[in-house]
T-cell receptor
Framework: DAMVIQNPRYQVTQFGKPVTLSCSQTLNHNVMYWYQQKSSQAPKLLFHYYDKDFNNEADTPDNFQSRRPNTSFCFLDIRSPGLGDAAMYLC??????????????FGPGTRLTVT | RKEVEQDPGPFNVPEGATVAFNCTYSNSASQSFFWYRQDCRKEPKLLMSVYSSGNEDGRFTAQLNRASQYISLLIRDSKLSDSATYLCVVDGANNLFFGTGTRLTVIP
């Protein structure tokens, strides 16, 4: 049974056309993350929510926004996609296990193509 | 200096071989360490968590050396299905720092 679900799995958008990627989880984890991963690179954290608290990474472009309307759902909005934004976008969840331990569980990812 | 550094490989080993990967991290305050496995065009999947000096799960053994700030992953009796990229991951308070991964190919 899927625990972290991402839709769509593949998304094609045009240069400059806004796009929204979605993530849902059945784990009831309080932390949700969005990563960008390009070929042969490590996942790069864009931002995360700790409960309702939004935490943006310093180097995440303003072009990327996120919403978390409830515990289960989190959205990634790319306001004006550029060719350089083509990548795999991974959603992950975790819960606080104490002692600053956060095991993260990833969704299958959405592969974004920008034409 | 990167938070987490790994040898990118590739490591090409015959079936049945033992292979070890090393990973170094820069933050001496890190408490949690993980190895993730990532298959081509798939998401990372948690392989092992390391909280104390090490962890063992079947053919997989992870060891942590806090003094030298490195983590290792040992795979014994390699299977073809072990072919993947192995990501070393270290906590950074509410988020994780990923290494770029070590590519392993097990050859028949």
């Amino acid at each position: 049974d899927a625990m972290v679900i991402q839709n769509p799995r593949y998304q094609v958008t045009q240069f400059g056309k806004p796009v929204t990627l979605s993530c849902s989880q059945t784990l009831n984890h309080n932390v949700m993350y969005w990563y960008q991963q390009k070929s042969s690179q490590a996942p790069k954290l864009l931002f995360h929510y700790y409960d309702k608290d939004f935490n943006n990474e310093a180097d995440t472009p303003d072009n990327f926004q996120s919403r978390r309307p409830n515990t289960s759902f989190c959205f990634l909005d790319i306001r004006s996609p550029g060719l350089g934004d083509a990548a795999m976008y991974l959603c992950a969840t975790s819960r606080d296990l104490g002692r600053d331990i956060y095991e993260q569980y990833f969704g299958p990812g959405t592969r974004l193509t920008v034409t | 200096r990167k938070e987490v550094e790994q040898d990118p490989g590739p490591f090409n080993v015959p079936e049945g071989a033992t292979v070890a990967f090393n990973c170094t991290y820069s933050n001496s305050a890190s408490q949690s360490f993980f190895w993730y496995r990532q298959d081509c065009r798939k998401e990372p999947k948690l392989l092992m968590s390391v909280y104390s000096s090490g962890n063992e799960d079947g053919r997989f053994t992870a060891q942590l050396n806090r003094a030298s700030q490195y983590i290792s992953l040992l795979i014994r009796d390699s299977k073809l299905s072990d072919s993947a990229t192995y990501l070393c991951v270290v906590d950074g308070a509410n988020n994780l720092f990923f290494g770029t991964g070590t590519r392993l190919t097990v050859i028949p």
